[in-house]
C-alpha cells in the first residue's frame, strides 16, 4: 500500500467518530478474544486476570512506543509448555497445580526481563549483527518443537469426548479455509463457542460454578500471584522455573521482530526505525514481566488484530487502544471468568489440537520462507539436535535433573534444545543468515495467529 493511501486511511478514522471508532474497538477486542482467553483455559491461570493485563500491557507497549504503533498484546502460546513442564516438576515436589504455577509465572518475569538484553544489544550493535545468532535453523525448530512437545495433551483432551472436539475443529477449518471477512479472523472463537454450545444443549456442561460467581469482582487473588511463593520459597523450583522457561524467549522474541515486520508490511509504516525495534522490544518486554508477576499469562503482539487492520484498513492505533480498555472492564466480571472455566474439555482438546499444530507448522514455514538448506550439514545437525532433545526428553524422562549444592534443579527438553542449538550456530562455522533479506521470512514466525498480510512489501 502507498503511503498516500496511509494516511487517508488513518484520516478517515480520526473522522469516523465516536461510535464507529467504538466499534472498531469490540471488533479488536473479538478478534483477540477467543486466543487469549484460551491460554489461561489451557493452564490454568485465571481467565479474569489474563483479560485485565491484556488490556494494561497493550496500553503500556503503545506509551512505550510513543502511541504509534498499532498492535494489541494478548497471551503467548510459546509458554504453554513451560508452564506445563513447571508444574509437572512441582507434581514431583508434592505441589498442586495451583501451587506451582505462581513458580512458573516468575520464571516468565524472568524471560521478559531478556526482551531487555536483547533490545540494548539492537541499539548497540544493530539489528542484522544481533541476529546472526538467533537465525531460522535454531528458531525455527524450537518453536517446531513447542507445538509438537504439547501434542500429547490435545489428544489426551480430545478423549474425553471426541465429537465435541472434532466439531470444535470442523469449525475452526471452515472458518479459517471458507470464511470471509471478520469469520475468517475469529476462526478459533467461533470454534470455541459453537462446540461449548453443542456441549451444553447435551448436558456435558457443568455450570454449578457459574451460577455461584459474582457479576463483579476484583480480576485477581494473591495467591495465584508470583509474589505468594515469597514467604516460603522452594529455591530448587524457582531456578528450574527461570532456566527451563527463559529459553522459550528466544523464540518468542523472533516471532516479536516478525510480528513488527508484519504490522509494518500491513500499515506501509516502518515500525522497526520508528518509534524502533529496542522500544517494541522493551514494551513487549516489560509488559509480560508486570503480567506475569501478577499471574497473568506472557503475552505476544497479536496477529489476529494485524489481520482486521488489514481487512479494515483502518490503521489508527487508538482503535486498539479501545479494545484495551473494554478488556479491562470485562475482567472485573468473574461470572465471565467463570463461563470460560467450564469449558468441557473435549472443546479445548479440539482447539488446542488445531493451535499446536499451527506452532508447528509455524516453525516449518519459518525454515521455508528463510530458504534454510537442510542438506549443508552445519544446519542439519543443529535442527537435529534442537527437535531430538526437545521432543525426546519431553516424552522419555521429562526432564534431565541435577543438584547443585542443596538445590535440586530440573531442565525440560526444550530449554536444553535451545541452549544447545544457541551454542551450535554460535560455535559451527558458516553462519550465512542475514535478517532483513527476506520480509517474508522475517515475518514468519506468527504463532499467535495468521495475520493475512501482503507476500512481499517494500514501501518501507
Known sequence: MQKAQISQAVYDA?????????????????????????????????????????GIRTLLFHLLTKFKVPAFLGSSFAFIGGYAAIVATGKTLGLD???????????????????????????????????????????????????????????NNCGSNWWIALLAIAIIVFANI????????????????????????????????????AWVGLPFRMEDTAFSILSNPNWGLVLTAIITIIPISLATMIEHIGDMCAVSSTTGINYLEDPGLHR??????????????????????????TGVLNLT???????????????????????FSAVISAMPAATIGGVSM?????????????????KVDLTYSRNLLIAAFVLVLAIGINYG???????????????????????????????????????????????????AGSPRNPENSNDF
Open 14 to 54: 480520526r473522522t469516523l467518530g465516536r461510535p464507529k471508532m467504538l466499534l472498531l474497538g469490540f471488533q479488536h477486542m473479538f478478534a483477540m478474544f477467543g486466543a487469549t482467553v484460551l491460554v489461561p483455559a489451557l493452564t490454568g491461570l485465571s481467565v479474569s486476570a489474563t483479560l485485565l493485563f491484556a
Open 97 to 155: 497445580a495451583p501451587a506451582s504455577l505462581p513458580y512458573a509465572c516468575l520464571g516468565v518475569f524472568f524471560a521478559g526481563l531478556l526482551y531487555f538484553v536483547l533490545a540494548g544489544l539492537f541499539k548497540v550493535f544493530g539489528v542484522r549483527r544481533v541476529m546472526r545468532y538467533f537465525p531460522p535453523v535454531v528458531t525455527g525448530p524450537i518453536i517446531i518443537a513447542i507445538g509438537l512437545t504439547l501434542s500429547g495433551s490435545a489428544i
Open 178 to 213: 471458507w470464511g470471509r471477512g471478520m469469520i475468517q479472523i475469529i476462526p478459533v472463537l467461533l470454534g470455541v463457542i459453537g462446540s461449548y454450545a453443542v456441549a451444553a444443549c447435551f448436558g456435558l456442561v457443568d455450570f454449578s460454578k457459574v451460577a455461584e460467581a
Open 280 to 305: 517494541t522490544l522493551i514494551g513487549d518486554g516489560l509488559a509480560t514481566s508486570l503480567a506475569s508477576l501478577f499471574g497473568a499469562p506472557a503475552n505476544t503482539t497479536y496477529g489476529e488484530n
Open 313 to 335: 484498513k483502518v490503521f489508527d492505533p487508538r482503535v486498539i487502544r479501545i479494545a484495551a480498555v473494554l478488556a479491562i472492564i470485562f475482567s472485573f466480571c468473574p461470572k
Open 354 to 370: 488445531v493451535l499446536y499444530g499451527m506452532i508447528a507448522a509455524v516453525g516449518v514455514r519459518n525454515l521455508v520462507e528463510n
Open 397 to 447: 524422562p521429562g526432564s534431565i535433573s541435577f543438584a547443585v549444592g542443596s538445590l535440586h534443579i530440573s531442565l525440560s527438553g526444550l530449554a536444553i534444545a535451545a541452549l544447545v542449538g544457541i551454542i551450535l550456530n554460535a560455535l559451527l562455522p558458516g553462519k550465512d543468515y542475514e535478517f532483513g533479506s527476506s520480509l517474508k521470512g522475517d515475518a514468519a514466525v506468527n504463532l
